[in-house]
């Protein structure tokens, strides 16, 4: 079974803090993503890699970053976190980069 | 970009019960994938499904490529189905960068 997994399930931060959200897969997939989900707005793309070292933005990069040092970790940053930056981050990963997405549970950020 | 369009937004089903999901896109894709979000925000992959049709269990799902649509049946409702499906189109663009892009969902509640 593919298990992707994600530091924290909650997580609350102070505006201007950088913040860091960690995701780890264990099927020696090639591609990671990140998402944000946010009512009425649905699922949208932050960033994803295509391999170790590699990334490509997504729709929504403005106010992240993200690295990928080692091919099971990708690691997304909130440089200074802000208030419109609450929300539900989920990440995914997939051998194919247009194979089938396995994802996580979620991190649910808070921002005050 | 491609549209994605799923129907019904809402639904109330008596446990027991089937129902059919619908995804419309508006474009030629590479993929189609069908998640089930549970209570918890977990996104769970139930298909992979670029054409024909797949059967897993109580669900099975059809994807008619070359219509733009594809359907999730899912019979003999248990409550343990309610959540939120959601349907995901990936698509290469022009300039070879690849995208999955969701569509808002459906929202199933089952009730006992």
């Known amino acids: 079974d593919v298990k992707v ?108 | 970009g491609i549209q994605v369009e799923q129907s019904p937004p809402d639904l109330i089903l008596q446990e027991g019960a089937n129902s059919t999901l619908r995804c419309n896109f508006s474009d030629s894709v590479n993929n189609l994938q069908w998640f089930h979000q549970n209570p918890w925000g977990q996104l769970i992959n139930l298909f992979y499904i670029p ?17 733009r649509y594809s359907l999730l049946y899912i019979s003999s409702s248990q409550t343990t189905d309610s959540g939120v499906y959601f349907c995901a189109v990936g698509a290469y663009s022009g300039a070879g960068s690849y995208q999955l892009t969701f569509g808002k969902g459906t929202k199933l509640s089952v009730i006992p």
């Open chain 1, 5 to 112: 997994t994600q530091s924290s399930r909650y997580l609350v931060k102070r505006t201007g803090e950088k913040v860091f959200l960690e995701c780890v897969q264990d099927m020696d997939h090639e591609n990671m993503f990140w998402y944000r989900q946010d009512p009425g707005l649905g699922l949208r793309l932050i960033y994803f890699s295509y391999d170790v070292k590699m990334k490509e933005k997504g729709d929504i990069p403005e106010g992240y970053s993200v690295s990928r040092e080692k091919k099971e970790r990708f690691s997304l940053i909130l440089e200074s976190a802000s208030t419109n930056q609450t929300s539900m981050y989920l990440c995914a990963s997939s051998f194919d980069l247009a194979g089938a997405q396995y994802f996580g549970p979620g991190t649910r950020l808070t921002v005050t």
């Open chain 2, 51 to 67: 054409s024909g049709t797949k059967q897993n269990g109580r669900l099975s799902a059809t994807t008619v490529a070359t219509e």
